[in-house]
């Protein structure tokens, strides 16, 4: 069996089990003290809660940060696009302090949506789901997942705050403050504490090199790419789809005379 299977639902622990702190920082006095925090810290860990997947047309609901374990702070932006702007921006040099390593998990996600609020991020990364896609790139490696194999931990669910996949599914924004709170301020706890499971299984991997001088830094590389985008000679392309139905044509034709 590898890490974790054969395992019964009693045996994951879950945040009614272990003591921790999560803090709503809502207004700018705490935002202040939390930014005063990260600027001492080595290293910290940050996630964003958005309205979609879209990195072009989602909207920050908040995000977290964590930089002890069982201990982290959601940092709630307004629905008001200016004004969740004008917050955000005042994480401008923690974020640009390239002394800062930057843990997360799909952080090219993470980088993207701040882009769009005009906050860049730079310095060295750590991204926790290709740390461990390195180490074992047979396995699932979301967040859920990799919680139960390193933490034996089951996390909140994204359908306990917005509700299962349909008609009726409503968006982080819907969700009670407290809710929110404990679900995004989980995330980075957790990434958190899976940076420092993983860590050594990277280093054991013989991957680590390849991890910091390619593929962190190829995070960046990819953000810019998906938001530039790519220039497409539509010209070109319609002749070639005339090309193509003419093969089309021409196939179909032969498969009615072979049958």
């Known amino acids: 069996l590898s890490l974790g299977e054969g395992r019964g639902e009693a045996s994951f622990k879950t945040i009614k089990d272990i003591a921790h702190h999560y803090h709503l920082i809502d207004t700018p006095e705490k935002r202040a003290k939390l930014i005063a925090e990260l600027n001492q810290q080595k290293e910290f860990c940050f996630d964003t809660e958005t309205t979609?997947?879209?990195t072009q047309t989602a909207e920050l609901v908040c995000i977290s940060f964590a930089f002890r374990s069982h201990e982290a702070y959601c940092v709630t932006l307004p629905t008001n696009r200016q004004q969740a702007t004008e917050i955000?921006?005042?994480?401008?040099?923690?974020?640009?302090?390239?002394?800062i390593l930057k843990i997360g998990q799909n952080i090219k996600y993470d980088l993207s949506i701040l882009k769009n609020y005009g906050l860049e991020i730079r310095g060295p990364l750590f991204d926790t789901m290709?740390?461990?896609?390195?180490?074992q790139p047979e396995m699932r490696h979301n967040l859920d997942y990799l919680c139960e194999q390193y933490l034996n931990f089951r996390k909140i669910t994204t359908d306990t705050l917005i509700g299962g996949k349909g008609l009726f599914q409503k968006t982080m924004r819907d969700a009670h403050p407290e809710q929110l709170r404990d679900y995004s301020c989980e995330d980075a706890d957790l990434t958190l504490q899976l940076k420092y499971a993983v860590e050594k299984d990277l280093n054991d991997s013989g991957t680590r090199q390849l991890f910091d001088e390619i593929e962190m830094p190829l995070i960046y590389v990819l953000a810019d790419m998906e938001i530039a985008g790519v220039n497409l000679n539509t010209a070109e392309l319609k002749i070639y789809a005339e090309v193509l139905r003419k093969q089309i044509i021409e196939i179909e034709r032969e498969i009615i005379q072979m049958a």
Not at 88 to 99: C, M, N
């Open 52 to 54: 979609g997947l879209d």
């Open 88 to 99: 955000v921006q005042e994480f401008r040099l923690v974020f640009g302090d390239e002394k």
């Open 130 to 135: 290709i740390a461990h896609y390195l180490i």
